[in-house]
């Protein structure tokens, strides 16, 4: 019978000591700037491999500071693999996201993932590579949202989420969003009957 050996997650001040040291033994940045989904920005390039250029912004949607702990510590909850991925440099910062998915329990050192296995998380530092930071509303609000290629970055958290979790210290299932939107145009709804 094969046993898994189980995992001690750290503090995520201990993982980000980690990957920080990792990142500085390939020379690449340890200046960190996290984002979330709503900041990602997949675009249509014919002259990029899979024809996808994939940029982000911060502009739009920006990151509340304490969204990175918030993110960890639900990814901590599950069973899952957590991932500090690293997209790419801009303005000398390293662009990292946060993931957790069980699409990540075959990834290997050869897919550039670099397993903690006493923590049960991996970082992939990726390339030394430059992304865009995208600042044009219209490049933003034409966006590819829909029918692209999987990518591993569909695994990270959403702002909206952690929202969810500030206000009601849970992520909301479909149902109780949906509700939640329905009071809202409700409550504007009355307002003006006033």
Sequence with gaps: ???VAPVS????STALDAWKKLLAERKLSTDLLWIFEENLCFEKKADVPGGVHIGFQTRFSPVPQESIEIAYEHFCESATPIVFYRLGESKGRSVCILL???????KKESDDFIKQAKWGISFHPGQKIEIEEVSDMRRWIRRIRRERPLHDVDFCMTLAAVDEIQIHGRVLTAGERYSEAMLGKLRRIFSYSN
Excluded: K, T, Y
Aim: glycine share 8%.
């Design 100 to 106: 957790g998915d069980a699409w990540f329990n075959d």
């Design 1 to 3: 019978m094969n046993s």
């Design 9 to 12: 997650l750290p503090n995520l």
